[in-house]
RNA sequence: GCUGGUGUAGCUCAGUGGUAGAGCAGCUGAUUCGUAAUCAGCAGGUCGUGCGUUCAAAUCGCAUCACCAGCUCCA
């Protein structure tokens, strides 16, 4: 007999040999039925797996990670096979789950089209059908390496010489088709109730551009047809907040064909701009940062000196002035360096903070380009710190209360990463350790989790990443703390000690939006489109009924614009619900509709974003609510 | 950059070899209206760009540019 103990701590006695699917008949039908996968003793295993020893057993449906990877996994098996019944001869590579789905990179003579996805869809349908049973087959290196390179598999035999020697190697089959897989799968094609084929993408063999590129079709799976549903619903919902469409309808930015990369900004969106522009300064103000202007080109000599010109050429672009060498600036530091260096420093002027709004121009794949969100030109709000090695735990930690405050006003949640040296690095490793130690110290004594993204960091010195979480959960890179020894040498950057003699200061990057750009993209898409009040381009629309309240209306429009307030009238002769249906379009966070009724009583009819028609309100309350919700950044 | 797809009016899109169309937006006029679309009229296009095939090209071919998806999740 063995002892299974079980997620809640209760345990139970079993035969030895038995599988794991009978243990879960055993302790309720309901879950047997839901159960994809189990864990036993931490490692996740089919449900067909016979227990021989004592342990831990958990049931795994689609609502552990476990489960859904491994509906997933099988139905990209579903997919495979499924291809290789409609095009006999296409060669396998890869097949794994992933967030979303799953996909599979197939290597065939036929170009696969969005027609054939429906086709390897019926396919598919007729294998769930076919209700059959996955099995689990351990052979040898070389009975795989044979099988394989007898069926013409060369990729799965690349990818078993490339296992470790003593790596166990698994096939698993169901009906005609089998393949090379570590597992583990569900029992069988029948668990793999909904799914559908989204895209279909080039990808080239082991991610490696060397290689050959692969056709990839991606899938998703679910074990309900109502959870594929509410899943697209997801997808809709998404693409309706993408910033691209609202920047748009919005007339908040937009690129155009002659300036890929190069994004424009209309009058709402340059209102957003400045408001964080504004927001940034007044709390760079409160913490003590100076801030600075640098040139956009500066000459070759320079960037040979910053090292940029050898470890960043590929992305710089470069111009001649005067029969001489220039760049345009990829990066702030730089400068910044030479406004230091123009001054002498004493010890007492440090931490010294120095600041700047400062566009940078990269060359980024034409591929890789997207929206705001990957441009070629962008605004890094920049900062670089000079300080004392001693004081270099104090200042992070005060960057890093600066950025929580920040996204706090955005209502952003973040996690945090810390990168270190890449390969193509400039230092030795003795400054590397330490400008990574420093960085791990100031983290812990923060009591921040953060994950460790081994040859990730910048090739001047290690980085701290902040990714912020969306509204509907994704994740994007914004700010960034990096520490650097090296440009302060490479510049002979000193300062006067104490002792009277020269010392060398250490430095700080650091951008906590990131790119004003990408964090306008960002801001977009989190709130979709409908912008808290304070940056919202347009505060407050009124809407005279007729033209015989225009006179009240510009009345208030006064009052308003006196105050500051971005407010306008909407003046032309429509009927009331084709102007708020508008305004409501344009996200408008507040409409005053104004009638007879309103204007005779010096009153107005509140109408807010999300909340409709709030009925009649005092003018004056209105107004001094407004301006608190925007002094408050609600 | 690579693979695949797309490119027609300001926007969203129809138009598969015979001289280009709709809705919305715009403009003009009428309407003066109480909480998400009033009516009528007008105007708007070297069909991304270039070269070619053809009696004839938005439509077919080649090149080029831009955009979209993927190329990061590794049996």
Redesign the pocket.
């Known amino acids: 007999m063995i002892k299974i103990t079980l997620k809640d701590g209760s345990a139970k006695e079993y035969q030895a040999g038995i599988t794991i699917k009978k243990i879960a008949e055993d302790i309720s039908m309901g879950l047997a039925k839901k159960a994809l996968v189990a864990k036993f003793n931490d490692k996740v295993v089919d449900l067909s797996t016979e227990v021989n020893e004592d342990g831990t057993l958990e049931i795994l449906t689609f609502e552990d990670e476990g489960g859904k990877h491994a509906l997933r996994h099988t139905a990209a098996h579903v997919m495979a096979q499924a291809v290789l019944r409609l095009f006999p001869g296409t060669k396998l590579a890869?097949?794994?789950?992933?967030?979303?789905g799953y996909y599979y990179d197939f290597d065939s003579e036929h170009?696969f089209?969005?027609d054939d996805l429906e086709k390897i869809e019926k396919e598919m349908k007729k294998i769930v059908k076919e209700d059959l049973a996955l099995v689990r087959e351990s052979i040898s290196r070389e009975e795989?390496i044979n099988m394989f390179k007898e069926q013409g598999e060369q990729y799965?035999v690349e990818?078993?010489e490339d296992?470790p020697a003593d790596?166990?190697?698994?096939?698993y089959r169901q009906g005609d088709f089998v393949?090379?897989?570590?597992?583990p799968h569900v029992p069988s094609t029948g668990k793999v109730k909904a799914f559908k084929l989204m895209?279909?993408?080039?990808?080239?063999w082991?991610?490696?551009?060397k290689n050959k590129?692969l056709?990839?079709i991606?899938g998703t799976a679910f074990p309900k047809k109502s959870e594929l549903e509410e899943y697209l619903t997801r997808i809709e919902e998404a693409k309706k907040r993408?910033h691209?469409?609202l920047g748009?309808?919005l007339k908040l930015f937009t690129?155009?064909?002659e300036g890929?990369?190069f994004p424009f900004f209309y009058p709402k969106g340059m209102v957003i701009r400045n408001e964080l522009e504004n927001y940034w300064r007044e709390i760079h103000r409160k913490w003590g940062y100076q801030e600075l202007k640098t040139p956009i080109i500066l000459n070759r000599q320079l960037w040979e000196r910053s090292g940029h010109w050898f470890h960043y050429r590929e992305n710089m672009y470069t111009t001649v002035i005067d029969e001489e060498d220039y760049a345009i600036k990829p990066m702030n530091c730089p400068g910044a360096i030479l406004i230091y260096n123009s001054e002498l420093h004493s010890y007492r002027d440090f931490p010294l903070r120095t600041s700047e709004l400062g566009l940078v121009h990269r060359h980024e794949?034409?591929?890789?380009?997207?929206?705001l969100m990957r441009v070629r030109s962008f605004t890094q709000d920049d900062a670089h710190i000079f300080m004392l090695p001693s004081q270099i735990t104090e200042e992070i930690k005060g960057v890093i209360d600066l950025f929580a405050t920040m996204y706090g006003t955005f209502g952003f949640e973040y996690n945090v990463e810390l990168s270190t040296k890449p390969e193509k690095a400039m230092g030795s490793d003795e400054d590397w350790d330490m400008a990574t130690k420093a960085l791990e110290v100031a983290l812990k004594e923060k009591n921040m989790k953060y994950q460790v993204n081994p040859g990730d960091g910048a090739f001047y010195g290690p980085k701290i990443d902040f990714h912020l979480k969306d509204s509907i959960g994704r994740t994007w890179q914004c700010g960034t703390i990096q520490l650097d020894f090296q440009l302060p040498e490479r510049f002979d950057m000193t300062y006067v000690g104490e002792d009277g003699q020269k010392h060398r200061p250490v430095m700080i990057h650091r951008t906590c939006y990131g790119s004003i750009e990408r964090f306008i993209g960002i801001l977009t898409e989190h709130y979709a489109g409908a912008f808290p009040t304070w940056f919202a381009p347009v505060q407050v629309k009124i809407l005279p009924?007729?033209?015989?309240q225009l006179e009240y209306a510009k009345e208030l429009y006064d009052e308003l614009f006196e105050v500051g307030i971005r407010v306008e009238i909407d003046d032309r002769?429509?009927?009331?619900?084709?102007k708020?249906?508008e305004a409501?379009?344009e996200k408008v966070p507040y409409?005053l509709?104004?009638?007879?009724?309103?204007?005779e009583n010096k009153t107005i009819?509140?109408?807010k974003r999300g909340e409709?028609?709030k009925?009649?309100a005092e003018f004056a309350e209105f107004k001094q609510s407004l301006l608190e919700e925007i002094r408050l950044k609600k």
Request: aromatic share 4%.
């Open positions: 890869i097949g794994p789950a992933i967030a979303d170009k089209t969005p795989a799965k990818l078993i296992l790596a166990p190697i698994s096939l393949d090379l897989c570590a597992g895209s279909l993408a080039g990808a080239y082991r991610g490696s551009e590129m056709q990839r991606y993408d691209r469409k748009q309808e690129v155009m064909e890929p990369g794949l034409s591929g890789a380009l997207h929206g009924i007729t033209e015989r002769s429509e009927k009331i619900g084709y708020i249906r409501q379009l409409m509709v104004v009638g007879d009724k309103e204007a009819a509140l109408r409709g028609d009925g009649t």
